[in-house]
């Protein structure tokens, strides 16, 4: 846990032909994960049992939820909902911040 001031483009760097990622927070209501994407690189596309926020700091990524695709740069955020299938790639060099919120379902 950090106790004290940190600039969040400083606690990840990039690497060359890679996606980077550091976990911030990990608690059981929800993760927070910050990602370096080289140019051209990204995630898969895939399903999440819980909503994400994604939140880009430095860059340029093509988001793709549902079949819509989405392009965002820096200060731009997107909800990603649960059970839909989503997938990234970075346009260029790329930060972003991940925001996974665990919530129970009521029957």
Known sequence: MFEEVKKVLNLI???????VSRTLLDKESGTVTLFAFGKGEGLSEHTAPFDAMVYILKGNLKIRIANKDYELTDGEMIIMPSNEPHSIKAREKSKMLLVMLKSEIDN
């Open 13 to 19: 760097d990039y690497q060359r032909g890679s996606v």
